[in-house]
């Protein structure tokens, strides 16, 4: 079989599997929430409403129909692509909802993944160019305390030293009430400031940005520390690095230009992982600095019982993360001939 027909079916087989995989997700996001102790009608009208009046609301709702019967009108639903509309906040569709507050969770998981790369990668060539030695132990260490520290434990940590004791960051919002919020077509404060020239509006939204960020990068960083540090290791030692240092080349330009490039390969597949991470990671982010990102909205319609909104949002963000997933295998088929067989 040659390489590139064996690609095609690698790529094939990948995208056959899609939507099965997505199918499963949406039948547990389905089952879970209608398992889950609750009902939206009581959080909505509260315990001590009228029970006519609930009967009534659920009738208009459709959660008095039978399960079976909510759940093909839900697949319904999702194969014309419609995630319905939120029950708490009437007339808004999910698709709205996601609209709004998707662009600020894109925006903290892009700056996220920058600062977890950018830490990850640094602290990992240092403990590996160092091998037993006390950066090589506390590269170790970071990336051992990185992987089990809670997310929101770290980020009220943060929020104490730093803008509560130090008062050099803000908490709680996105973007200052008293200024104009960045105006533009892709959401993103910082790309929208840039867009339309503004750097008051360009710093101003780093700043609000920089807190969250950092928090969820350092804890996220762990993971390509840990594998940087084990490929560059295990590539030093080589018999082509041993060759250039027999030349005479610079420790740190074999460690730059030769040692890393191979070491970060497994890096790819890494990025499609913390994409997951990014996603799940944010909710515990957001909810902490009550930034106004979609899992912050996820959060608020889970503990509303708003079914349409919980359930869409899931849908959307698992979509992205089996997607993204598919697209790392397919990079690493290409690079790699070894995994398509």
Known sequence: MSRSTALRYYVLSRLLLAPLMIWVITTLIFLLMRATPGDPIDALLGPRAPEAAKQVLRERLGLDAPLIVQ??????????????????????????????????TVELAIFSAIVAVGVGISVGV??????????????????????AVPMYWFGMILQ????????????????????QAPQGPTGLYVIDSLLSGSLNQFVTSLYYLTLPSLTLGLLISGIFERIVRVNLKQTLKSDYVEAARARGIPERRIVLAHALKNALIPVITILGLTIASLLSGALLTEVTFSWPGLANRLYVAISQRDYPVVQGIMVF????????SILIDILNAYVDPRIRY
């Open 71 to 104: 759940y093909f009108r839900y697949l319904g639903n999702l194969l014309r692509l419609d995630l319905g509309t939120s029950i708490a906040t009437q007339g808004q569709t999910v698709w709205q909802i996601i609209g709004n507050h998707f662009p600020a």
């Open 126 to 147: 240092l403990a590996a160019s160092k091998p037993n030695t006390s950066l090589d132990v506390g590269g170790r260490l970071f990336g051992i305390v990185t992987y």
């Open 160 to 179: 104490l030293i730093f803008a509560v004791q130090l008062n050099w960051f803000p908490i709680g919002t996105r973007f200052p009430i008293s200024l």
């Open 317 to 324: 963000l698992s979509v992205i993360v089996v997607l993204s």
